[in-house]
Structures are given as C-alpha cells and as structure tokens.
C-alpha cells in the first residue's frame, strides 16, 4: 500500500523523501513535472538559526521572530518544532548540494524581513530553484527503488472520503483522460490558492485552488482564509505580478515616496528598528497610507543604488537582470517603481501541529495548508515551512498507517473551470479583499459573487471558495497582520484564534477556534 | 498591433493536425503567453473562416520564464512563450506550433516526460553528500537552473524521443551532480553519462545559444566530459 501525496513542490517532495527514506512507498501526483511547480519560483532565501554571522541568533529568536511577525496567530508548539528544526534542514540540502556560498562559520545567511538577526541563507535570489533542483535528483533516487511513483500531469479529481475518514484519492491524466483510483492516507501539498485571483499574484497559474475548493466541498475544515499577504514590492508584467524579492531591501534597498517633491524614506522615519525590513504586512499597509496623504506622491519606488558592488555580483547578479529585462531599469544607478501584490495564503487546509486535516488519514502541509504563519508570514519560512511540514505530514502518516484502506471511484465527473469564470471571480476578490477592507465592500462583494452564475461543479466550488474567503474576511471584526479592517482598526486579544470554515448541510459554517497554549517542556 | 496568428491544432494525439487563422488586436507589450490567455477568454472568438475557435490548449505555469512549462515554437524558433514579446513579431503573422521533438498531446501541449525519464536512466543523483569546493560554486548554480523546457533538444541535430542519447537537457543537470562527486566516490552517472550523452554528441553546439534561462551550455558539457570521462574532479 502507497501513500498518495498530491503535489509536488518543496513540500510534497520532502513528503515522499521522508517516507522513502523510512522505506515507505509514495504515489506522487502533479498537475505538471516538479521542475514547473511555484517552489521553483522562491528567491530571496530559506530561515533557520545556523548562527554564522556572528550575531548570538537563537532557535528562541526565530520563534519569537515568527510569533511576532504572525501576530500571535500561529500554533506555537508547531513553530517551535519548525524552528528548532530548520537548521538540519538546511544542513541536509547543503549535503544535497545546493551551492549556498559559505564563510568560515558555515553557510552565509542574510538579512529578512521581520527579523532582528541574519538568519536566511539563500543562494543568489534563485534559492527556490537551488532547493528543487537537489529535492528532485534525491527523489529520482528512490523514483528508481520504486519506493516514489511519479504521476506526472495528474490532477485530483475527488478524495475518497466517507463518514469523516479519507481511504484515497481520484486522479485525472490530463494527457490521456484516464482516471486512476489511489487507496491509503492521502497527504495533500498542492500549493497556494493563486487561482482565486488569476493575474493578481506573483505565484504560478498551476495552482488553481482546486483542492481547497475540493477539500470545502467534501466537508474538510479549512482556516484563516482572510489572512492573504500583499508582498510590498511587485511590479506589474505581462499577465501577472513580478516580485521584487525581499532580499533587495535584505541587502539595503530603501522605501520612499516623494514628498512635496523630496524622497521621504518613510520606513526609517516611523520604524528605527527594522525600518524597510518591517513584516509584509506592515510596509504594504504604510506604502497603502503614505501614497494617500495629500503631499505625497503616488508611486512609491525601491532605491537600490546604495548597495555595494560586491554584493550585487555575488547575491543580487539575478535580481539585477530582472529589473533590466522586465523595466528597462538597472537598479544599480536608478531607484525602480515598486506597489503591493498578492503573493502568499496563509490560510489554507486546517491542520493541527501534526498535520492532520479534520478528517481522518488526510493530511495536508505546505503553502497550502494552514500552518506556523499566522496572520503574517515572515520571509524565508515557506519554503521552510513547506519542507518542514511535508517532513512532519510523513511522519504522522506512518505513525498511523493503516492498510486496510479502499478507496473507489465515486464517478464524478471531472470539471474545469472556465478561463472567464476563472477571470470573473478574480476581479470581484481583487477589488474587494484589499490591504484595507471593510464591511460594506465585503458585503458587496459577497453579493456580486452569488450573482455568478457557475456552468459546472468545479466553477460552483470555486465560487464557494471564494465566498467563504469573503465571508471569514467580514466575519473578523479586527485588525491583525494581513487582514486590516478599516472598521475595526484594533487588534482584538479575544481574536486570537482561528478563523475556520466547514460546509454543514450545504450551508458555509464558519466558526472561531482556540490555538493551543504553547508547551513548557 | 494588428496579428494574423496562425496555429497548428490537434483535438488529441491520434488526431490530424490542422492549420488554423485568426486576426486578432493585442498590445504589442503582450507576451505570447498572454495572448493566448486573452484568446481563451474571449467569448465568441471565431477564425479568419467564420468557425469558432474553441479553448486552444497550452501549457504555463510561472509567466516569468522560471519553469519552462510554456515551451513552444514560435515563427519556427523554440522559445517560452511567456518570455516572447508580440512587439519582437514585426511582420505581425505569429505562428505558434508545438515542439516536434515530443509527442503531441494535443494543440501547443506535448509530452515531455521522457526527459525526466533520461535523467532517471542515467542515475543523476548524489550518491553520497555533496562535495562542494569553491570552483564549483557558480557552475552549480548555473547548472541547477535548468529549467527542463525541452528548447536544447528542438533544435539538436541527434536528440529524438525514443533514441538513446539524451542531449543537453541531460547533461546540464548532469554537470551539477558530476562537479559534486569526489575521486574516491565515483559512480554509475559517469558511465551512463558516457553512454548517452558522451558518444552521441556531435559537438556541432547548435543548443548553445538556445536555451531560455542563458545557460552556459558549453561549459556544462566541457565540465561533464572532464568528470565523467577524463576524471578530472573538482579538488577543494
Ligand atoms: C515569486 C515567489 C518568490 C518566493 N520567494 C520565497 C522565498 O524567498 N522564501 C520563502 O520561504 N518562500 C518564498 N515564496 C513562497 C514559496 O515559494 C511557496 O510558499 C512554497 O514554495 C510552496 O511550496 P508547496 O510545496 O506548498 O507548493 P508548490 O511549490 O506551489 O507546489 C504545488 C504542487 O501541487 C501541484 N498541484 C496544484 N494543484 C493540483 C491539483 N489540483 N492536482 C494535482 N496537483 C496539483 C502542482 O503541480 C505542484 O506540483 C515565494 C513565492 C513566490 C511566488
Ligand atoms: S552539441 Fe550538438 S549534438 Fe551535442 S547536445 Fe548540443 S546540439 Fe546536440
Ligand atoms: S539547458 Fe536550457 S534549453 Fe535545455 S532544457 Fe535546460 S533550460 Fe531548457
Ligand atoms: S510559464 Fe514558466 S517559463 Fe513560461
């Protein structure tokens, strides 16, 4: 009996590692090869205290970074295994040869936002691509022991699951139409929900939110769906958002908007401390409020001249050319326009501290799943959070694996959503589920989605993806990390918790649920 | 800017191919990627004969050149069609049709996979942890960004699908594996590498100046060579 882990990304890779290297076998199923999945994508760099830059960082530090940084709003007992965690991690894809530049005390680490140390090593502002490419060739090891079966080109069609207990999954060859039933515990790391806001994100038009939508429909809890990060430098190209990695204010990029006429680094003014390398959420919000003071401007630009030659060959050569072939701007001798874009969903797939989804033998981990980040994430803690939660996910399949599982095909039929429909539900969540919101635009958009009219099952529960989106975002009455509610400025402490949203008798239930107290041990 | 775009569709694989015309206004800043994201949300877009055109399948997945997935041929040059811009097409007839080198699966989609299927037959894997040395920082990092998109291949004159060499598709990531080997932990990649990529390879370079990400390709198949032939390992 197999495992089936849908996706393979960082995190349904290190999923199928973990269990192979355990000797247990996996089917790994993607919608296209793991060479094209958004992982490839990441850039600025991956967090763990390896402490090499001689400044005295702890695993507590990146805790309490992370806490921060998410507002309270994470499992802390989760956290504190992926930070205790993530220096190994590292260590491991070194051995796997991913060529991180070293110094005397290990593996160079830089600057990132929200956090107090140098604590993210990174190889150029390609560390995503570093990542796979030794991920995949580990994997292709055990591809050749049998112990990983690849489905390539697969999507899900539906999971197998019946009185709250998931015995397979249903996929689809998008090649051949052929449809293949998996029995067993299924792990489920298909990535962010960038298909809500098609041409809004910087991330890959592969992830469709499908499974989200899927995982909705079947009953499966999903949580914190209004916690959704505008990154703070994107530019927009031809069909999408372009980041701007964070790793160009890491390496001393600064913020500014002219005011009457003069630059206004407004970033160092209000915050001396972190100053641009504030949390996501913070800089997006003051970028949203200074662009609208009267005396300001409106564009807000990245001033990158200032940093030394040295580093741009040796940790920003890849960053450089983007901004050259995409703006026709060499940031070495010209600050570059820079605005928000929607870049990562911290929100997801319930799960707790094990990874276990609300039904039985399901499993979910990375960008996908709702974990460590809170309302906020930091920079440099997906890509380790997707490592580590597929590593975690594994581990708790095996703890309770049980072979009696059957799964059958239910026949449903396999949908798609329309590339218009697709289309039409972005442009009302874009318009609505800004930096800012509140309550009458929510409601608005509420209302403008349940005018759609949705041709096929896949496109009715996108649409209800989209509205319990909308609705989690009008049922919390604060302010907190990525969700700021122009109604309701304030953090609420009777708000830290969970926003979680199930489906009951076909009516969206949504409910608040505590975290857990962090352990003392 | 005014296109006549002109594309080779296929239903499935076991279907003819066919021709098919249509004029179209697009921004001449449009990638070809947004093109066709364009064409498939157009409501009642019908071809230069008056017939519908119908949902014209194609494959992407970053829009940002990082992933290789939206590889086609276009006016008869494999490229990304996310890294194309309509601007470049001054004649404004577009022609956009699927490599030839892979099967067809239908419309500008084709079946890649025997690409990650070469990789497994040649072992490219560690087996043992990485042995990193300062001269092969950067041929790492250039090798490892490979996006596995399939242009190298359209264009060589000895890579087909079912033949038995592998092309620079192959040794790109082999090179990476290979700089990482010590002397002493030699393995199965270096004789599978000499077996189908070595002896197949004409040297004549027309993947050279191809490949998409910029890829020094010639010196991953000079360092591949030096390994997995000559055994000139990289020393600390
Ligand atoms: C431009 C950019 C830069 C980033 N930079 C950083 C960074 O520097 N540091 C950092 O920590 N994070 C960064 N991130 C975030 C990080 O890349 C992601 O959060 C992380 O890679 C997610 O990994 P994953 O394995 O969960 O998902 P993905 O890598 O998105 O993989 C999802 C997988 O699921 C498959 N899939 C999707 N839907 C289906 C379906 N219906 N059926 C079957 N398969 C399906 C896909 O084919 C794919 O294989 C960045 C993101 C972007 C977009
Ligand atoms: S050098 Fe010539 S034969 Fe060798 S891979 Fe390149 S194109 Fe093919
Ligand atoms: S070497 Fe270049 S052209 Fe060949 S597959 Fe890799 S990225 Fe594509
Ligand atoms: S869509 Fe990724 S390279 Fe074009």
């Known amino acids: 009996m197999s495992i089936t882990i849908i996706g393979a990304g960082l995190a349904g890779l290190s999923a199928a590692l973990t269990l192979a290297e355990q000797g247990f076998a996996s089917n790994l199923v993607s919608a296209q090869a793991s060479e094209r999945a958004q992982s490839v994508m990441a850039e600025g760099g991956i967090n763990a205290c390896l402490n090499t830059m001689d400044e005295d960082d702890t695993v507590e530090n990146h805790f309490e970074d992370t806490m921060r940084g998410g507002v309270y709003l994470a499992d802390p007992n989760a956290v504190q295994g992926l930070c205790t965690h993530a220096p190994e991690i590292v260590r491991k894809f070194y051995a796997l040869g991913v060529p991180f530049p070293t110094n005397e005390n290990g593996i160079i680490q830089r600057n990132f936002g929200g956090q107090k140390k140098k604590r993210t090593a990174f190889v150029k502002s390609s560390t995503g691509k570093m990542l796979m490419t030794a991920l995949i060739d580990e994997v292709r090891k055990y591809e050749a022991k049998g112990l990983v079966t690849r489905y390539p080109h697969h999507r899900l069609v539906s999971l197998a699951i019946h009185e709250n207990k998931c015995s397979g999954a249903v996929i689809i060859d998008t090649y051949s139409r052929q449809r293949t039933v998996l029995s067993g515990g299924v792990i489920l790391a298909s990535g962010g929900m960038s298909g809500l806001f098609d041409g809004l994100t910087t991330g890959t038009t592969q992830n469709t939110a499908e499974t989200a939508a899927l995982c909705l429909e079947q009953g499966v809890a999903l949580a914190n769906l209004e916690f959704i990060q505008y990154h703070p430098t994107t530019i927009g190209i031809s069909g999408k958002r372009l980041l701007i990695s964070e790793a160009a204010r890491g390496e001393g990029g600064r913020l500014f908007v002219r005011r009457n006429g003069t630059p206004w680094y407004f970033m160092e003014e209000k915050y001396p401390e972190l100053k641009n390398l504030m949390p996501r959420d913070v800089v997006s919000a003051e970028m949203v409020t200074v662009t609208a003071m009267s005396d300001c401007e409106k564009q807000v630009y990245l001033d990158m001249t200032g940093i030394d030659k040295t580093v741009w060959k040796s940790r920003l050569s890849d960053l450089r050319e983007q901004c050259i072939h995409y703006l026709d701007i060499d940031p070495v001798k010209q600050p570059i326009p820079v605005s928000p874009g929607i870049h990562y969903f911290m929100g997801g797939i319930w799960v707790d501290e094990q990874h276990r989804t609300s039904a039985k033998y399901l499993y979910a981990a990375g960008e996908g799943a709702c974990q460590y980040h809170g309302a906020n994430r930091l920079g440099g803690n997906s890509l380790l959070g997707a490592v580590y939660g597929g590593q975690t996910a594994a581990r708790t399949v095996i703890s309770e694996m049980n072979p009696s599982l059957r799964a059958t095909d239910d026949d449903v039929a396999y949908t798609e959503v329309s590339p218009r429909f697709r289309a039409a539900v972005s442009a009302v969540l874009g318009k609505y589920l800004k930096i800012l919101r509140e309550e009458t635009e929510l409601r608005e958009a509420i209302r403008v989605l349940q005018e759609l009219q949705p041709q096929n099952d896949a496109e009715e529960r996108l649409l209800r993806l989209a509205e319990a989106t909308a609705k989690s975002a009008l049922f919390r009455t604060e302010s907190r990390g990525a969700h700021r509610r122009t109604d309701y400025p304030e953090t609420d402490a009777s708000w830290q918790q969970q926003t979680v949203v199930i489906l009951r008798d076909n009516e969206l239930c949504i409910t608040r649920r505590k975290l857990p107290e962090r352990r003392t041990s | ?236």
């Not at chain 2, 079912?162 to 990531?173: C, H, I, L, N, R």
């Open chain 2, 1 to 236: 800017m005014k296109l006549i775009i002109e594309i080779l569709r296929q239903r499935d694989s076991a279907s003819e191919p066919y021709r098919q015309k249509i004029s179209y206004e697009a921004p001449p800043e449009d990638t070809v990627a947004t093109l066709l994201s364009k064409l498939n949300r157009e409501q009642e877009l019908t071809d230069m004969t008056g017939k519908p055109v119908g949902r014209i399948e194609w494959q992407c997945s970053c829009l940002q050149k990082k992933c290789g997935s939206c590889a086609m041929r276009v006016n008869g040059v494999p490229r990304l069609a996310c890294d194309t811009k309509l601007s470049e097409c001054k004649s404004g007839k577009l022609l956009l049709e699927p490599l030839r080198k892979f099967p067809t699966v239908c419309d500008l989609v084709v079946d890649r996979s025997v690409m990650m299927t070469h990789l497994l037959s040649i072992h490219n894997w560690l087996e043992q942890s990485a042995h990193h040395t300062g001269k092969a920082l950067e041929l790492c990092y250039d090798a490892s960004r490979c996006l596995q998109c399939g242009c190298c291949l359209e264009v060589c004159p000895n890579f087909f699908a079912e033949g038995d060499f592998y092309g620079a598709a192959a040794f790109v990531p082999a090179s990476r594996v290979l700089s990482q080997l010590r002397r002493e932990q030699p393995q199965d990649l270096s004789e599978f590498y000499r077996r189908n990529v070595y002896n197949g390879c004409g040297k004549s370079l027309s993947c050279r100046d191809i490949c998409p990400a910029g890829i020094d390709i010639e010196q991953k198949l000079a360092t591949s060579n030096a390994v997995a032939v000559w055994k000139r390992y990289f020393k600390k």
